[in-house]
């Protein structure tokens, strides 16, 4: 049975921590996953981070990151940088898609791990509260785009997220990350199986669905990932949120900053895989 959109409200004050926030976000049962998470950030994807400095130590912000894959190895991977990496490390809340929200086992697992489905109202509320929350506004599309068209950043799908930094004058840090194109090399999408199946897309990659599951399997690219520096949206004030030109503006500025670190990382590995 599909989860329904998790909207939530403030809840009212409590003598005691519970264990669980009212999204689902475990941090004990998180952090039972922490050294498998370093494992594949340190020794499977090697990945080297520069500018994780630009993440606040606290309060809000919105991370907007370049996005691959149908199975969000990029976002645990930022996750784990800041996690990890950082003078202050803190958990950042990445926004899934909800179609991964109906998958039966794998949406405890996203919530439990502190993810959220993808809505404005739910970014809104995560930042009003200091979090740092994580996007892919490139949605869908991006995550099975063919690989001769890898790391160039498609034009955010909506502008919800841009209005909602400004509407709350939360910080935008562009995240670019190089690697994630390789784990799952996307030869082209199958539309109409994916209909069939109720998916958003079934990407086909050299290993899969020819090797079953093992083609699920990720390949161990060599990754980069470069926290950009902080796009201020406080000073902007929030009618203008409302401004389909304003949004447009910093919608493509965002992107074109994702787009120029993406660059200025490529030509650091020698191949794909060193």
Do not use: C
């Amino acid at each position: 049975m599909a989860r329904p959109l998790h909207l939530v409200e403030e809840p009212p004050p409590a003598i005691l921590q519970p264990r669980l926030d009212d999204f689902g976000f475990d941090r004990e049962f998180t952090e039972l996953f922490q050294p498998l998470a370093e494992w594949f950030y340190r020794d499977y994807w090697r990945v080297e981070t520069s500018g994780v400095e630009n993440v606040p130590a606290e309060g809000a912000a919105l991370l907007v990151a370049n996005h691959a894959g149908m199975i969000p190895w990029d976002g645990a991977m930022i996750r784990t940088a800041i996690s990890s990496g950082h003078a202050n490390p803190r958990h950042a809340r990445m926004l899934v898609a909800d179609w991964a929200f109906q998958m039966p086992f794998l949406s405890e697992f996203l919530l439990k791990t502190g993810n959220v489905v993808a809505h404005p109202q739910n970014a809104t509320t995560l930042l009003e509260r200091g979090e740092l929350v994580g996007v892919f506004p490139e949605g869908v599309k991006a995550a099975v785009k063919p690989f001769r068209e890898r790391y160039r950043v498609r034009r955010f799908g909506r502008s919800g997220l841009v209005q909602v930094a400004i509407r709350t004058g939360t910080p935008i840090i562009p995240v670019a990350v190089v690697g994630s194109e390789e784990v799952h090399p996307v030869l082209f999408d199958l539309p109409v199986l994916a209909d069939a199946l109720g998916l958003p897309a079934f990407p086909v990659t050299p290993t899969w669905p020819l090797l079953g599951l093992l083609g699920a399997i990720p390949l161990p690219s060599k990754w980069l990932i470069a926290f950009g520096e902080p796009i201020d949206m406080g000073s902007y004030g929030p009618s203008t949120a409302s401004d389909p030109a304003l949004v447009l503006e910093l919608s493509e500025r965002v992107r074109g900053a994702i787009q120029a670190k993406l660059f200025e990382l490529l030509p650091r590995r020698r191949t794909a895989f060193y």
